[in-house]
């Protein structure tokens, strides 16, 4: 099956140093040289949509622009570049919600995909007045998705949950297609949630061992639902025609990093309830000494920044054979960022990509449906191919 891959919108703002924020970090660290203009944004999404993404992410938190606002405007000026927008299912009537995507899929020819994230931070969630604990944030994302489902699907949903309650909720113009509902967590009840209505399920980039770990876990009570499960991966990458040039690249920006931001951010983190903060934080324990945790995957970004905290860095051929090594786990889907993230685009699209599509791996969205070629003509396939 094809390598799907997704860039990243930063809409806390870009700069050739590594921009923090989220998960109670400070909204920059180096400095946003580039603000989160829908310009500047909209340049960023262009180039994904030329060198072959399919999709961008856009986050969601107090320390960036609101994503379903931002991703509306940027897709005005994209043509098939889809949307994965985050958005706090505790923050939203999940009618209201499951008008807006219905909206969205209208007005951009659907293009929406929807990143549910249920919030791990009770400081962040109470300045938007949620106060439910992260137990409780998680069934109401079952019910929240629960309604919105049965909403998407045409029904009219009566619901009278230990959160949620909605009374002959109907939506007037369905989705189409319905969008696709992309969801992580490390804890065991995200993985309970995600076996119930996830279609993507989404790690950080974890070590390959810890990765397949984590897969099996989602796997099983999806099994037990009756569900086959996507899953993705989100990473940063620093890929270049050299490994000495990306590990250059790493270096400077490691360089970067002031030690009392370092201290400060870390400290931060610490307080995290989130599950998958707290795995990130164990990959490389505030220590700029032992980053490389597995070939070619660099931990260095979590120094500074909450959320995905790793990169993959090497050379474009190297950095293929890690999506390899990942595919290989089961992993079909690849969210990828880079600082700054115009330029990095271009290095990933232009470097990495060929390579994985001469090995079959992958194929531009634009040429979905046509034949694979190769310098010699149309590739034969075999009736096993997949």
């Known amino acids: 099956m094809s390598l799907t891959f997704h860039w990243f919108l930063p809409t806390n703002g870009d700069s050739r140093h590594v921009v923090g924020g989220g998960h109670g970090t400070p909204a920059t660290v180096s400095g946003r040289d580039r603000p989160p203009t829908v310009a500047y ?125 909605v009374q002959d909720a109907t939506l007037a113009r369905l989705p189409d297609p319905v969008p696709q509902v992309y969801f992580g967590g490390s804890s065991p009840i995200a993985a309970e949630i995600a076996a119930r209505h996830a279609d993507v399920y989404l790690t950080w980039g974890e070590p390959p061992a810890q990765v397949a770990e984590k897969l099996d876990r989602i796997r099983s009570p999806a099994a037990a ?60 324990g505030g220590r700029r000494d032992h980053l490389e945790i597995h070939p070619n995957l660099w931990a260095g970004i979590g120094l500074v920044r909450g959320g995905a905290g790793t990169a993959l860095v090497g050379s474009h051929d190297e950095v293929a054979e890690r999506i390899k090594e990942y595919h290989a786990l089961g992993i079909e889907e690849f969210i990828l960022s880079g600082y700054p993230h115009l330029e990095e685009a271009y290095w990933f699209g232009e470097g990495v990509l060929p390579r994985l599509a001469a090995q079959g791996l992958w194929q531009h969205p634009a040429n979905k449906g046509a034949a694979p070629t190769t310098p010699a003509g149309p590739a034969v396939l075999s009736p096993f191919a997949s």
């Open 41 to 165: 944004l909209s340049q960023i999404a262009r180039a994904a949509e030329e060198v072959g993404f399919a999709g961008a992410l856009t986050p969601t938190g107090a320390w960036c622009e609101d994503a379903w606002l931002t991703t509306a405007m940027v897709s005005q000026h994209t043509e098939r570049l889809k949307f994965l927008v985050a958005f706090r299912p505790g923050l939203i009537s999940p009618t209201l919600a499951a008008q807006m995507a219905s909206t969205f899929q209208r007005q951009t020819g659907g293009r929406l995909l929807l990143n549910v994230v249920t919030g791990g931070e009770n400081q962040e969630q109470r300045a938007f007045g949620d106060f439910l604990d992260k137990d409780s944030r998680y069934r109401r994302t079952g019910e929240f998705l629960t309604v919105v489902r049965e909403l998407w699907q045409g029904g009219t949903v009566d619901l009278n949950g230990e959160h949620l309650r």
């Open 225 to 284: 639902e009756g569900r086959t499960l996507r899953f993705g991966i989100r990473l940063h990458v620093i890929t270049r025609d050299t490994a000495e040039q990306a590990w250059a690249e790493a270096d400077r920006l490691l360089d970067g990093f002031d030690p009392q931001a370092v201290a400060s951010v870390q400290a931060g983190l610490a307080r995290s309830e989130s599950e998958g903060q707290r795995r990130m934080l164990a990959l490389h």
